[in-house]
Protein backbone atom coordinates (compact mmCIF):
# COMPACT_ATOMS: atom_id res chain seq x y z
CA UNK A 1 0.00 0.00 0.00
CA UNK A 2 1.29 3.47 -1.13
CA UNK A 3 1.08 5.71 2.04
CA UNK A 4 -0.38 9.50 0.77
CA UNK A 5 -0.54 12.92 2.20
CA UNK A 6 -2.74 14.95 0.12
CA UNK A 7 -2.47 18.39 0.48
CA UNK A 8 -5.70 21.07 -0.10
CA UNK A 9 -6.97 24.43 0.22
CA UNK A 10 -10.44 24.11 -1.61
CA UNK A 11 -13.38 21.95 -2.67
CA UNK A 12 -11.35 19.11 -3.10
CA UNK A 13 -12.71 17.84 -6.39
CA UNK A 14 -9.44 15.72 -7.26
CA UNK A 15 -9.23 13.99 -3.81
CA UNK A 16 -12.34 12.75 -4.17
CA UNK A 17 -11.64 11.53 -7.86
CA UNK A 18 -8.54 9.53 -5.79
CA UNK A 19 -11.05 8.26 -3.48
CA UNK A 20 -13.39 7.33 -5.69
CA UNK A 21 -10.82 5.44 -8.38
CA UNK A 22 -11.82 1.74 -8.20
CA UNK A 23 -8.18 0.66 -9.29
CA UNK A 24 -6.88 2.62 -6.46
CA UNK A 25 -8.42 1.35 -3.91
CA UNK A 26 -6.11 -1.57 -3.42
CA UNK A 27 -2.85 0.14 -4.08
CA UNK A 28 -2.85 3.45 -1.75
CA UNK A 29 -4.12 4.50 1.29
CA UNK A 30 -4.73 8.48 2.49
CA UNK A 31 -3.57 8.23 5.71
CA UNK A 32 -3.87 12.23 6.19
CA UNK A 33 -4.70 15.86 4.35
CA UNK A 34 -3.54 18.36 5.47
CA UNK A 35 -4.43 22.50 4.90
CA UNK A 36 -3.88 25.89 4.89
CA UNK A 37 -7.11 26.68 5.33
CA UNK A 38 -9.17 26.28 8.90
CA UNK A 39 -12.09 24.72 6.63
CA UNK A 40 -12.62 24.38 3.15
CA UNK A 41 -14.58 21.62 1.02
CA UNK A 42 -11.68 19.24 0.89
CA UNK A 43 -12.00 18.41 4.60
CA UNK A 44 -15.78 17.74 4.62
CA UNK A 45 -14.62 15.05 1.94
CA UNK A 46 -11.74 13.50 3.78
CA UNK A 47 -13.87 13.50 7.35
CA UNK A 48 -16.70 11.97 5.65
CA UNK A 49 -13.91 8.90 4.81
CA UNK A 50 -12.78 9.05 8.65
CA UNK A 51 -9.32 10.58 7.31
CA UNK A 52 -7.01 12.42 9.68
CA UNK A 53 -6.96 16.72 9.07
CA UNK A 54 -4.47 18.95 9.61
CA UNK A 55 -4.63 22.56 9.44
CA UNK A 56 -1.09 24.05 8.56
CA UNK A 57 -0.40 27.92 9.91
CA UNK A 58 0.21 29.84 12.89
CA UNK A 59 -1.91 29.51 16.46
CA UNK A 60 -4.05 26.93 18.48
CA UNK A 61 -4.40 23.54 17.27
CA UNK A 62 -2.34 24.37 13.80
CA UNK A 63 0.57 23.05 12.73
CA UNK A 64 3.47 25.29 12.04
CA UNK A 65 5.21 25.20 8.71
CA UNK A 66 8.57 24.64 11.01
CA UNK A 67 6.93 21.55 12.31
CA UNK A 68 5.18 20.42 9.03
CA UNK A 69 8.21 17.59 8.09
CA UNK A 70 7.96 15.91 11.54
CA UNK A 71 4.37 15.31 11.49
CA UNK A 72 4.88 14.10 7.80
CA UNK A 73 7.61 11.84 9.16
CA UNK A 74 5.39 10.50 11.96
CA UNK A 75 3.11 9.46 8.74
CA UNK A 76 5.74 7.05 7.16
CA UNK A 77 4.36 8.52 3.85
CA UNK A 78 5.48 7.14 0.28
CA UNK A 79 4.46 10.30 -1.29
CA UNK A 80 2.97 13.99 -0.94
CA UNK A 81 0.05 14.87 -3.08
CA UNK A 82 -0.87 18.72 -3.86
CA UNK A 83 -4.49 18.63 -4.79
CA UNK A 84 -5.52 22.29 -5.33
CA UNK A 85 -2.95 23.39 -2.69
CA UNK A 86 -2.15 26.84 -3.27
CA UNK A 87 1.00 27.58 -0.65
CA UNK A 88 4.87 26.83 -1.37
CA UNK A 89 6.04 23.84 0.32
CA UNK A 90 8.55 24.38 3.37
CA UNK A 91 12.06 23.83 1.53
CA UNK A 92 13.07 20.92 4.20
CA UNK A 93 9.81 18.94 3.06
CA UNK A 94 10.65 18.83 -0.35
CA UNK A 95 14.13 18.21 0.16
CA UNK A 96 13.19 15.66 2.67
CA UNK A 97 10.62 14.32 0.22
CA UNK A 98 12.95 14.59 -3.11
CA UNK A 99 10.75 13.25 -6.42
CA UNK A 100 8.02 12.36 -3.63
CA UNK A 101 5.85 14.98 -3.68
CA UNK A 102 3.71 15.63 -6.63
CA UNK A 103 1.34 18.52 -8.13
CA UNK A 104 -1.76 18.88 -10.41
CA UNK A 105 -1.50 22.18 -12.75
CA UNK A 106 -4.61 23.25 -14.66
CA UNK A 107 -2.78 24.27 -17.69
CA UNK A 108 0.19 22.46 -19.85
CA UNK A 109 2.72 23.93 -18.03
CA UNK A 110 5.59 25.21 -19.01
CA UNK A 111 2.75 28.04 -19.99
CA UNK A 112 0.50 29.47 -17.29
CA UNK A 113 2.21 28.38 -14.26
CA UNK A 114 4.43 30.33 -11.59
CA UNK A 115 3.26 32.55 -8.53
CA UNK A 116 -0.57 33.61 -8.42
CA UNK A 117 -1.14 30.85 -11.36
CA UNK A 118 -3.86 28.92 -9.72
CA UNK A 119 -7.38 27.97 -10.17
CA UNK A 120 -9.72 30.59 -12.21
CA UNK A 121 -6.75 33.04 -12.83
CA UNK A 122 -5.04 30.06 -15.05
CA UNK A 123 -8.38 29.68 -16.75
CA UNK A 124 -8.58 33.30 -17.41
CA UNK A 125 -4.82 34.09 -18.71
CA UNK A 126 -5.64 31.10 -20.87
CA UNK A 127 -8.40 32.13 -21.95
CA UNK A 128 -6.89 35.45 -22.68
CA UNK A 129 -3.99 33.86 -25.09
CA UNK A 130 -6.62 32.49 -27.02
CA UNK A 131 -4.91 29.17 -26.91
CA UNK A 132 -7.07 26.37 -28.76
CA UNK A 133 -5.40 23.94 -26.51
CA UNK A 134 -5.38 24.00 -22.75
CA UNK A 135 -5.02 20.63 -20.21
CA UNK A 136 -3.58 19.43 -16.97
CA UNK A 137 -0.16 18.52 -15.80
CA UNK A 138 1.46 16.34 -13.02
CA UNK A 139 4.83 17.40 -11.77
CA UNK A 140 7.36 16.95 -9.21
CA UNK A 141 7.72 19.81 -6.43
CA UNK A 142 10.79 21.61 -6.19
CA UNK A 143 11.55 25.03 -4.41
CA UNK A 144 9.69 27.30 -6.80
CA UNK A 145 5.99 27.32 -8.01
CA UNK A 146 5.17 24.94 -10.99
CA UNK A 147 8.86 24.28 -11.99
CA UNK A 148 9.68 20.90 -11.19
CA UNK A 149 10.12 18.02 -13.91
CA UNK A 150 6.39 16.81 -15.83
CA UNK A 151 5.55 13.51 -15.02
CA UNK A 152 2.70 13.53 -17.03
CA UNK A 153 0.38 15.70 -19.15
CA UNK A 154 -3.31 15.92 -20.67
CA UNK A 155 -4.79 18.08 -23.24
CA UNK A 156 -8.23 19.01 -24.11
CA UNK A 157 -9.18 20.78 -27.20
CA UNK A 158 -10.26 24.69 -26.28
CA UNK A 159 -10.80 25.94 -29.85
CA UNK A 160 -15.03 26.51 -29.45
CA UNK A 161 -15.19 27.35 -25.63
CA UNK A 162 -17.22 31.36 -25.10
CA UNK A 163 -15.87 31.58 -21.49
CA UNK A 164 -12.69 31.00 -18.82
CA UNK A 165 -15.69 28.58 -17.03
CA UNK A 166 -15.85 26.54 -20.29
CA UNK A 167 -12.34 26.06 -20.15
CA UNK A 168 -12.11 24.95 -16.59
CA UNK A 169 -14.87 22.81 -16.46
CA UNK A 170 -12.67 21.09 -19.68
CA UNK A 171 -9.64 20.61 -17.68
CA UNK A 172 -11.29 19.55 -14.31
CA UNK A 173 -13.16 16.23 -16.33
CA UNK A 174 -9.21 15.62 -17.60
CA UNK A 175 -7.07 16.20 -14.08
CA UNK A 176 -9.74 13.99 -12.12
CA UNK A 177 -8.65 11.47 -14.94
CA UNK A 178 -4.72 12.22 -15.07
CA UNK A 179 -4.41 12.49 -11.38
CA UNK A 180 -5.35 9.32 -10.24
CA UNK A 181 -3.41 7.64 -13.50
CA UNK A 182 -0.34 8.85 -12.35
CA UNK A 183 -0.77 8.08 -8.32
CA UNK A 184 -1.29 4.27 -10.06
CA UNK A 185 1.81 4.44 -11.45
CA UNK A 186 3.54 5.57 -8.51
CA UNK A 187 2.13 2.53 -6.41
CA UNK A 188 3.28 0.45 -9.41
CA UNK A 189 6.72 1.35 -8.88
CA UNK A 190 6.36 2.60 -12.70
CA UNK A 191 7.63 6.73 -12.63
CA UNK A 192 11.26 6.59 -13.63
CA UNK A 193 13.81 8.80 -14.12
CA UNK A 194 15.54 7.66 -16.75
CA UNK A 195 18.79 10.00 -18.43
CA UNK A 196 17.12 13.48 -16.97
CA UNK A 197 13.87 12.76 -17.82
CA UNK A 198 10.45 11.66 -16.20
CA UNK A 199 9.19 8.72 -17.90
CA UNK A 200 6.26 6.30 -17.05
CA UNK A 201 6.92 3.11 -17.96
CA UNK A 202 4.15 0.22 -19.15
C1 LIG B 1 -7.65 22.25 -9.50
O1 LIG B 1 -8.11 22.68 -10.73
C2 LIG B 1 -6.12 22.24 -9.46
O2 LIG B 1 -5.54 21.90 -10.68
C3 LIG B 1 -5.85 23.68 -9.13
O3 LIG B 1 -6.79 23.98 -8.13
C4 LIG B 1 -7.99 23.25 -8.40
C5 LIG B 1 -8.42 22.57 -7.13
O4 LIG B 1 -9.67 21.97 -7.31
N1 LIG B 1 -4.49 23.86 -8.68
C6 LIG B 1 -3.79 24.94 -8.98
O5 LIG B 1 -4.24 25.89 -9.61
C7 LIG B 1 -2.35 24.92 -8.48
N2 LIG B 1 -1.57 25.92 -9.12
P1 LIG B 1 -10.20 20.87 -6.31
O6 LIG B 1 -10.05 21.44 -4.89
O7 LIG B 1 -11.64 20.71 -6.69
O8 LIG B 1 -9.40 19.63 -6.50
Same mark, same amino acid.
Given at each position: ??????????????????????????????????????????????????????????? @?????????????????????????????????????? @?????????????????????????????????????????????? @????????????????????????? @??????????????????????????????????
Amino acid at each position: MLRIAVFVSGRGSNLKAILNHPELSNLIKIVAVFSDKTECGAFDIARSYSIETHVIGKG @ENKIDQSDLLKVLKNYNLNLIVLAGYLKLIPIDVVKYF @ENRIINIHPALLPSFGGKGMYGMKVHDAVFNSSAKVSGATVHFVDA @EYDKGKIIAQRCVDISDVSSPEDIA @ERVLKIEHQLLPEVIKAFAENRVKIVDNRVVIKT
